[in-house]
């Protein structure tokens, strides 16, 4: 069992240099949404962007330790994402959802396609 200095470390020592950067942007964005939600209601449809956005930053992080789980659920996720993002069409959950990073993490996806052999 690794100890948390050691996570932390491998987090940012083991991938390229951009893994720790998207990491420290997601959990940047993650806190910016939990700022800008904390005076809405709790069981809202608005907090669904919280849960979606701690789940990417969770698989970002597991991404960074060069699990191959972590990018095969990052994946699923971006693919679920945009599923949500071009098939609710006008419905209630695409005005309130309004997913913004979908391009990105595709783009995200790309790249963990192509470095997906160095994972463990």
Request: glycine share 4%; net charge positive.
């Amino acid at each position: 069992m690794r100890s948390f200095k050691e996570i932390i470390v491998d987090i940012v020592k083991k991938p390229p240099m951009l893994f720790p950067f998207v990491a420290l942007f997601h959990i940047l964005w993650l806190a910016w949404i939990l700022w800008d939600d904390r005076f809405l209601p709790f069981p809202g449809i608005e907090w669904l962007q919280i849960v979606w956005l701690s789940a990417f930053t969770f698989f970002w992080l597991a991404v960074c330790d060069l699990r191959k789980w972590g990018a095969m659920g990052y994946c699923a996720l971006t693919l679920i994402d945009i599923a949500i993002h071009y098939l609710a069409g006008k419905n209630y959950v695409r005005l309130e959802y309004q997913s913004n990073l979908f391009m990105i993490d595709g783009l995200l996806c790309l790249f963990l396609v192509f470095y997906y052999k160095k994972f463990v």
